[in-house]
T-cell receptor, first 111, second 113 residues
Framework: EPEVTQTPSHQVTQMGQEVILRCVPI?????FYWYRQILGQKVEFLVS????????KSEIFDDQFSVERPDGSNFTLKIRSTKLEDSAMYFC?????????FGPGTRLTVL | TQLLEQSPQFLSIQEGENLTVYCNSS?????LQWYRQEPGEGPVLLVT?????EVKKLKRLTFQFGDARKDSSLHITAAQPGDTGLYLC?????????????FGKGTHLIIQP
């Protein structure tokens, strides 16, 4: 069964550094998303992406964040200058219609 | 801002008992999804309900979407230790596939043998 994959599984970085989180969505899915989950808290929507552009973004998704689909398979989330409060699990998801399928997540730790 | 309230937050019962968890909102959702999440992993989709009043069954799990599409419930019959986990509900707005999901905080379920 097709799955969403994410790399790396764990990323440790220093405050102020740039990080790029990578996702390979399910191949025939058209909508792509990033979510984050701070430890012990609920899953929060960051951004949705369709037809090579951002469809919707939350208040969390400020100018420090960007997304890209550089080729036909990868979907990336870049955090330009990480802050301590960016430490969280980041989940990629994709959908054909209204069912979203999630990847296993990248645990980002900012020191 | 759409909010989803899940109750109870924690539930511990004996194997073989029945249970219901609830997901409530003052907002209308175009669809509602239930996920199960293990520690350190991504949410795994269990079911999507779309039509008001819809009932879907997945083995011993029964999911219902409220008539007004503002609430949902998950009922587990004869709970098993393997049902232990975090159950999340998540609602989609009216923007179709482009909408991000609004998640509840989840119900932590423990089934004791």
């Amino acid at each position: 069964e097709p799955e969403v994959t994410q790399t790396p599984s764990h990323q440790v970085t220093q405050m102020g550094q740039e990080v790029i989180l990578r996702c390979v969505p399910i191949s025939n899915h058209l909508y792509f998303y990033w979510y984050r989950q701070i430890l012990g808290q609920k899953v929060e929507f960051l951004v949705s992406f369709y037809n090579n552009e951002i469809s919707e973004k939350s208040e969390i998704f400020d100018d420090q964040f960007s997304v890209e689909r550089p080729d036909g398979s990868n979907f990336t989330l870049k955090i330009r200058s990480t802050k301590l409060e960016d430490s969280a699990m980041y989940f990629c998801a994709c959908a054909v219609h209204n069912e979203q399928f999630f990847g296993p997540g990248t645990r980002l730790t900012v020191l | 801002t759409q909010l989803l309230e899940q109750s109870p937050q924690f539930l511990s019962i004996q194997e073989g008992e029945n249970l219901t968890v609830y997901c409530n909102s003052s907002s209308v959702f175009s669809s509602l999804q239930w996920y199960r999440q293990e520690p350190g992993e991504g949410p795994v989709l269990l079911v999507t309900v779309v039509t008001g009043g819809e009932v879907k069954k997945l083995k011993r799990l029964t999911f219902q979407f409220g008539d007004a599409r503002k609430d949902s419930s998950l009922h587990i019959t004869a709970a098993q230790p393997g049902d232990t986990g975090l159950y999340l509900c998540a609602g989609a707005g009216s923007g179709g596939g482009a909408d991000g999901l609004t998640f509840g905080k989840g119900t932590h379920l423990i089934i004791q043998p």
